[in-house]
Every structure is written in C-alpha cells, then in structure tokens.
C-alpha cells in the first residue's frame, strides 16, 4: 500500500501534463469518444462484424478475442478491489475531469488491458487489421491519461497483463 501511495505521488505532475490537452475541447471530444469506444461498443461490433467480412472461419477470431477479454475480466477486478487506488483527479484538483467513469478505483486500466488483448488476438490471425486497431489501442490508452482517469503505471500495466493474456492464449 505504501509503495502505491509513492507511485501516485511520483506520476502526478504526469498526469497533471497529459491532463492538460484535456482542457482542449477538440483533444477532450476525440479522447471521450476513444474512451467511450473503449468501453467495448468497438471491440464487440469488431468481433460481430468479422465473420461477415472474412466469412464464417473468421468466428474462430471473434470467439478467441471474446475469450480473452472474459479471461481479463476477473483479473481486472481482482487488482482494483486490491490495489484501491484512487483515479488521478480525486488525488489533485488541478485534473479535470469531464467523463464519466465505469468504477471507482484506477489500477490497473481495464481500457488499455482489453484494448492490448483483443488487438494481439486479431492481429495475430488477421494482420491487415493492425492499421486500424494498433493506432485506436494507443489512443484509448492515451485516452486515460489525457482524460485524468489514470495514473501512467495503471495503463502499463493494463497493456502488460493485456499482452500477457493474449500472448498466453496464442501459445495454448
């Protein structure tokens, strides 16, 4: 618990800057509506829209990619119930936040740990798909930081556990 508490103290000036394009209406619209995306509607109109695209073979991506976020589910919830580490802008006043949030603590970004997941999986059967989700992962975990949502060390390790989820899959 301490060592969380000197991590919040250490990233806060970096929250403070990256929260500073959320003071943008431009950069606050784009990074909201990334975010509200990231809250799944892209991924499961993703995992819908596949087979129709690459035909019926391609629900073997879908069902692998839905499995991996079920599997990151529990995991994510295990480390917020743990960890209970207050969002950036409960933690300092200059941080705005203007979006709602999905609960209540910060670590680790469930965003950025299914944005990471589901991208490993699609790209890793279909790779012509990278153009599209590789820059939409970055800006969701972006998204976060700019919104004043979390902490640096919240969505690293989310694109970690993410990676280690999906990655872990891939070799079953």
């Not at 839905?66 to 599997?71: I, P, R, S, T, Y």
């Not at 280690?164 to 070799?171: N, T, Y």
């Amino acid at each position: 618990m301490r060592m969380m508490q000197r991590m919040t103290e250490a990233e806060l000036p970096l929250c403070l800057a990256f929260n500073r394009a959320n003071h943008q209406w431009l950069t606050h619209r784009t990074f909201a509506m990334v975010s509200r995306l990231g809250n799944g509607v892209f991924w499961y109109v993703l995992m819908l829209a596949l087979p129709v695209i690459h035909g019926l073979w391609a629900l073997q991506v879908s069902l692998h990619m839905a499995l991996v976020g079920l599997l990151c589910l529990p995991i994510y919830k295990l480390l917020k119930q743990t960890t209970v580490r207050d969002r950036p802008y409960t933690q300092n006043q200059d941080i705005l936040q203007n979006v709602p949030v999905l609960d209540r603590f910060s670590f680790p970004s469930g965003h950025t740990m299914h944005a990471v997941a589901f991208t490993i999986i699609l790209v890793a059967y279909l790779p012509a798909w990278a153009w599209l989700v590789v820059p939409f992962t970055v800006m969701i975990a972006l998204s976060r930081l700019v919104l004043g949502l979390h902490y640096p060390s919240d969505v690293l390790a989310g694109a970690a556990i993410g990676a280690l989820v999906a990655s872990a899959s891939l070799m079953l």
